[in-house]
């Protein structure tokens, strides 16, 4: 039936789109695929209607080619020559088309360094970074979509990212999310984003092109308009967000570049509430970037104390177990600042929270909840008095005979009886 279908194709019969719309439901299936690719002269004859001149048959070509994006290797591979005509294309007048290439293209780099290869010498990124001017919303969001398959690659932090960093593609990135971009695009520029901070080869880059006020206002809007229960979806824009400020404030200059304002506390505060009942793991990344601007910036530890945030921190102590030893970092870093933090977080009743934490099996949040005593201690010898009052001395001594834990715990149970 393929071969039938193909030599329709061929001989350049009238019902040539009927074949086409058949030949792609077939392509559904990932047998017919890998039958349709090992036919000679196939793939050849679905890129000679690609240039057709007949926006119909263009059309169902892109669509077949489309379906073998999606297969399985080495049915990929297999459409490496149609390659330079879904680039030319994407700068092409019909909107459905252009998206068409564009999410073939995206399957396409995704599966195949091959096709990445290739892709890269014929010129995609400035391809692309004329795309990302178009006034459509579905051509960004697909454009989008190729992009973060590319800087997801292997090699993109040799390869690929500074041949995007040489172009417009980040500046303008950054400019529509400013601009108020729609959620789909949205979605993909962030995890762009995100994708370039990870490899640590751009984030100087990124911060000199303003990256770091314009996720901040974006994480502000984001929290402004969330509801009560977050919005199915809403989570893979947030998250991406959270872990490229993550990123770029653990650079050395991040932190000289982002902005000293509250609403930045408030608003994530919002949003680890909101997800906090269905998706925990958005806590986890916001709780990462909670402790990324506490770290050396006396200016958020400050305003975690006078925006009373500190209570809604501490009920987010039991949420997982890595959120546990983030949450405890947040609290070493404020402890960190001295004696009148430390005064206030003993103010706040923090060691009755603390005390059932260091009764918990997981080492790593009792080591950092012991570190945090200390910290306390150290600062506020008051807090030792009123911890050896509450108990505090029979749940350190638990830890005496636990190897990673023993001399944290002997070197607090030596300042508690001291004097």
């Not at 290869?117 to 014929?122: A, E, G, I, S, T």
């Not at 059932?356 to 008095?385: I, K």
Request: aromatic residues 4%.
């Amino acid at each position: 039936q393929v071969l039938e279908l193909l030599r329709g194709l061929q001989r350049g019969s009238e019902d040539r789109s009927s074949s086409l719309c058949r030949l792609r439901q077939a392509l559904h299936h990932k047998e017919t695929q890998q039958t349709f690719v090992r036919l000679e002269g196939s793939i050849r004859s679905l890129v000679g209607l690609l240039t057709s001149s007949l926006g119909e048959l263009q059309l169902g070509a892109a669509r077949c080619l489309h379906e073998l994006s999606c297969g399985q290797p080495p049915v990929p591979e297999a459409c490496l020559p149609a390659t330079p005509y879904l680039l030319t294309y994407l700068a092409g007048h019909s909107l459905e088309l252009t998206e068409l290439c564009l999410y073939t293209l995206g399957n396409l780099a995704v599966e195949s360094q091959a096709v990445r290869r290739q892709l890269l010498p014929q010129g995609i990124i400035p391809v692309l970074a004329s795309c990302i001017q178009s006034p459509h919303e579905a051509v960004l969001e697909g454009l989008g979509y190729v992009l973060s398959q590319l800087l997801q690659a292997k090699e993109a932090p040799m390869e690929i990212i500074p041949l995007v960093l040489s172009s417009a593609l980040p500046q303008q990135m950054l400019c529509l999310l400013r601009g108020g971009l729609g959620a789909g695009a949205a979605v993909e520029f962030a995890w762009c984003l995100h994708y370039i901070t990870c490899s640590h080869t751009a984030n100087r880059e990124l911060l000199a092109l303003g990256a770091l006020p314009t996720l901040t206002e974006l994480l502000l809007q984001l929290a402004s308009d969330i509801p009560p229960e977050p919005p199915d979806g809403l989570e893979l824009l947030v998250c991406p967000v959270l872990r490229c400020l993550s990123s770029l404030l653990a650079e050395p200059s991040g932190a000289e570049g982002q902005p000293q304002d509250h609403r930045l506390l408030v608003a994530l505060f919002l949003l680890l509430q909101s997800f906090l009942p269905q998706q925990p793991f958005v806590v986890q990344e916001g709780l990462w970037l909670l402790n990324n601007l506490t770290a050396e910036d006396s200016f958020f530890c400050s305003a975690l104390l006078s925006l009373d945030l500190l209570p809604a921190l501490l009920q987010l102590l039991p949420c997982s177990q890595m959120g546990s030893v983030l949450v405890l970092t947040v609290l070493c870093n404020v402890a960190q600042k001295g004696p009148a933090y430390c005064q206030q977080l003993h103010q706040q009743q923090l060691l009755p929270l603390l005390l059932p934490t260091l009764l918990l099996p997981d080492s790593s949040v009792v080591g950092q909840c012991l570190e945090l005593l200390h910290l306390l201690f150290l600062h506020w010898p008051e807090a030792a008095a009123d911890f050896v009052r509450q108990g505090g001395q029979q749940a350190l001594e638990r830890h005496q005979g636990t190897p990673e834990l023993q001399e944290r715990a002997r070197a607090l149970l030596d300042t508690v009886g001291a004097p």
